[in-house]
């Protein structure tokens, strides 16, 4: 059974808040994964630094 609203059905609307409501779970799952890609990307950064600092401090032992 489907209600009619002004040429517009119930289901119809069903149907559009259902695609809303998963867009928009679908952007937070993005965002998400953005901000985890960026703290990843700025934990390997931070060993990529200390890495390089070890070698400097290696390198000035040896001379």
Do not use: F, V
Not at 2 to 24: F, I, K, N, P
Request: avoid cysteine.
């Amino acid at each position: 059974m489907t209600l009619h609203t002004d040429g517009y059905d119930m289901s119809t609307m069903q149907e559009d808040l259902a695609r809303a409501q998963m867009t928009a779970r679908l952007g937070e799952a993005q965002q998400n994964r953005r901000g985890h890609q960026l703290a990843l990307a700025r934990r390997m950064s931070r060993k990529a630094e200390q890495a390089a600092q070890q070698a400097r401090l290696a390198l000035a032992r040896a001379i």
